[in-house]
């Protein structure tokens, strides 16, 4: 599986978008990017997944760009309850999740 | 909710002691997983089912020994753990095993301690 980078920590106020990057430069043409994020102390929950096209759900947006080698995930409008860990993560063939550190996003009033 | 149980949610167990994990999903998965999260660490893949086979077995200790009886149950046998084998024990299932292309749903976890 391509490795993943992300920042360590991001702040985001209340009602504005949050924007978390991930670099994955080693990706291969067939791997998908997922989004998992994991509220303390809970199970990792499902946001959203692309291979090359920007996908939309009702949670958030992912922009990957066109070379593949970073996306973005959007919250358009951040909450308190958005507080949470959020991995990136790039898997191909078998369905493993491997997991990194991500992005622990402080949403604050 | 995601369709995943888990159960118990907490447990204390003697390093002498046996115990089970138990994980339920009743969304027609054929996958099933199991993870552990030690504290301030990523989650580790442990085992992974497909089609009640096992197909993945992460250099796991034998003290832990999974099982998998059916496509929605997944369980986890605990015998003379350590202390270090605390953690948070996390099920996910998955519709499909080998498709790169397919969201997994997990648990709310089992949080094990080991006294």
């Known amino acids: 599986d391509a490795k993943t980078t992300q920042p360590p920590s991001m702040d985001c106020a209340e009602g504005r978008a949050a924007n978390l990057p991930c670099n994955h430069s080693?990706?291969?043409?067939?791997?998908?990017v997922y989004w998992y994020r994991q509220i303390h102390s809970q199970g990792p929950q499902y946001i959203i997944h692309?291979?090359?096209n920007n996908e939309t759900n009702e949670m958030a947006s992912l922009i990957i760009t066109e070379d593949r080698k970073s996306s973005t995930l959007i919250l358009p409008h951040a909450t308190l309850r958005d507080t949470a860990v959020y991995y990136c993560i790039v898997r191909v063939g078998t369905d493993k999740l491997i997991f990194g550190t991500g992005t622990r996003l402080q949403v604050f009033p | 909710e995601t369709g995943v149980t888990q159960t118990p949610r907490h447990l204390v167990m003697g390093m002498t002691n046996k115990k089970s994990l138990k994980c339920e999903q009743h969304l027609g998965h054929n996958a099933m997983y199991w993870y552990k999260q030690s504290a301030k660490k990523p989650l580790e893949l442990m085992f992974v089912y497909s089609l009640e086979e096992r197909v993945e077995n992460n250099s796991v200790p034998s003290r832990f020994s999974p099982e998998c009886p059916n496509s929605s149950h997944l369980f986890l046998h605990l015998h003379t753990l350590q202390p270090e084998d605390s953690a948070l024990y996390l099920c996910?299932?998955?519709?499909?095993w080998g498709s790169g292309n397919t969201e997994a749903f997990f648990g709310q976890g089992t949080r094990l301690t080991v006294v």
């Open positions: 692309g291979l090359k």
């Open positions: 996910a299932s998955s519709p499909t």
């Open positions: 080693t990706i291969s043409g067939n791997e998908y």
